[in-house]
T-cell receptor, first 114, second 111 residues
Framework: NAGVTQTPKFQVLKTGQSMTLQCAQD?????MSWYRQDPGMGLRLIHY???????DQGEVPNGYNVSRSTTEDFPLRLLSAAPSQTSVYFC?????????????FGEGSRLTVL | LAKTTQPISMDSYEGQEVNITCSHN???????ITWYQQFPSQGPRFIIQ???TKVTNEVASLFIPADRKSSTLSLPRVSLSDTAVYYC????????????FGSGTRLSIRP
């Protein structure tokens, strides 16, 4: 049972480069989301999706794009990486949004932008 | 979404009961209270959820007073492995609502 799978686990980028963080879940969850966590801080919501074809902005969406073409996948795209985007990124999924139950997290993707 | 306030950090010792209180003065009628635990270098994991009074599972208990403006996560007989960050979330049971985390409480357990 894979749960939520994130790739890559580690990535180093140069300023201005673009990349995509992949997230896939095999639990048929409707709700998926991306968070970033800076050292010593809590999690901040970047973007979320309540179902295939539906996405919306979270607390800190600038500099990131998402799409949800399938229930399983929710990639996060960095359009032009900046040092301020150095962080650990977590993808999470839940059966539904809101507080309906358990949110399952991936192992995280550690991104460094030089 | 109701904003939550938690202590930034707490210290305790092995074998003690630890109570972490979360304030949510603006909680709405349909809001539920959920607690997550996060170990270093890992994503958070669900601990417990409740609406009112008391909820207990194999890991923790959640106490919610009648006015629901606060809640207390109780960890019985903590061990070193309970050292983690604990997040209190308040949100509506709506499938369209986003899930927001606050800053959490950093719990340190000493031998």
């Amino acid at each position: 049972n894979a749960g939520v799978t994130q790739t890559p686990k580690f990535q180093v980028l140069k300023t201005g480069q673009s990349m995509t963080l992949q997230c896939a879940q095999d639990m048929n969850h409707e709700y998926m989301s991306w968070y970033r966590q800076d050292p010593g801080m809590g999690l901040r919501l970047i973007h979320y999706s309540v179902g295939a074809g539906i996405t919306d902005q979270g607390e800190v969406p600038n500099g990131y794009n998402v799409s949800r073409s399938t229930t399983e996948d929710f990639p996060l795209r960095l359009l032009s990486a900046a040092p301020s985007q150095t962080s650990v990124y977590f993808c999470a999924s839940s059966r539904q949004g809101g507080s309906t139950g358990e949110l399952f997290f991936g192992e995280g993707s550690r991104l460094t932008v030089l | 979404l109701a904003k939550t306030t938690q202590p930034i950090s707490m210290d305790s010792y092995e074998g003690q009961e630890v109570n972490i209180t979360c304030s949510h003065n603006n909680i709405a009628t349909n809001d539920y209270i959920t607690w997550y635990q996060q170990f270093p270098s890992q994503g958070p994991r669900f601990i417990i959820q409740g609406y009112k009074t008391k909820v207990t599972n194999e890991v923790a208990s959640l106490f919610i007073p009648a006015d629901r403006k606060s809640s207390t996560l109780s960890l019985p007989r903590v061990s070193l492995s309970d050292t983690a960050v604990y997040y209190c979330l308040v949100g509506e049971r709506s499938s369209a609502s986003k899930i927001i985390f606050g800053s959490g409480t950093r719990l340190s357990i000493r031998p």
